[in-house]
């Protein structure tokens, strides 16, 4: 299985400020990789997938970029309710696994 | 638009089976490409993959997991079940049914909550 490093767990951030989340991986995943967004209580939402395609109606806020190993989702203007957990999850091959997470907390 | 809604008890005794399905709605189970998956979240915890089964009755585990966890798919009423046997209290979790379509899990049930527990 592929090990998904994530970071920081925790960023406390401003509406308005533009936000960066890293994801790694321990072996190469190409460009299959997916991040979701999970807000309390609720199931999580897929954000973007090849590693840099937004989802269905997703906001163009949100953009992802990397491959390989290494991969970032960026918040361009993070507004009150993108507050949340991320993770990001490879799914290039089964088992699946994810990051473990994200959370973006109110300054 | 697809839907999905996970169905079950909410608490389980140790040692039990843990038995849940998801209905599907707003299209075919039995359509290609797309892998009938469950998930579950411990809580205050991260993601876990517990495996899948495609249409035709395929199935992958977790490894972590295989052991102890059977998928099963009812095409005529547009369904997928879990079972997971011999559960403990570590069992105790938020149980996800989801779609896996070819570029990430694009959509989830609600969730149901599974407590283990005499």
């Known amino acids: 299985e592929i090990v998904m490093t994530q970071s920081p767990a925790t960023l406390s951030v401003s509406p308005g400020e533009r936000v960066t989340l890293s994801c790694r991986a321990r072996?190469?995943?190409?460009?299959?990789l997916a991040w979701y967004q999970q807000k309390a209580g609720q199931a999580p939402r897929l954000l973007i997938y090849?590693?840099?395609t937004r989802a269905t109606g997703i906001p163009a806020r949100f953009s992802g970029s990397g491959s390989g190993t290494e991969f970032t989702l960026t918040i361009s203007s993070l507004q009150s309710e993108d507050f949340a957990v991320y993770y990001c999850q490879p799914y290039n091959n089964w088992p699946y696994t994810f990051g473990q997470g994200t959370k973006l907390e109110m300054k | 638009q697809v839907q999905l809604r996970e169905s079950g008890p909410g608490l389980v005794k140790p040692s039990q089976t843990l038995s849940l399905t998801c209905a599907v709605s707003?299209?075919?189970?039995?359509?290609?490409?797309?892998?009938w998956s469950w998930f579950r979240q411990l809580p205050g915890k991260g993601l876990e993959w517990i495996g899948y089964i495609y249409y035709s009755g395929s199935t992958y585990y977790n490894p972590s997991l295989k052991s102890r966890v059977t998928m099963s798919v009812d095409t005529s009423n547009n369904q997928f079940s879990l079972k997971l046997t011999s559960v403990t209290a570590a069992d105790t979790a938020v149980y996800y049914c989801?779609?896996?379509?070819?570029?990430?899990?694009?959509?989830w049930g609600q969730g149901t909550t599974v407590t283990v527990s005499s």
């Open positions: 989801a779609r896996d379509y070819y570029y990430g899990i694009d959509f």
């Open positions: 090849g590693a840099s």
């Open positions: 072996q190469s995943v190409s460009s299959s």
């Open positions: 707003g299209g075919s189970i039995s359509s290609s490409g797309q892998y």
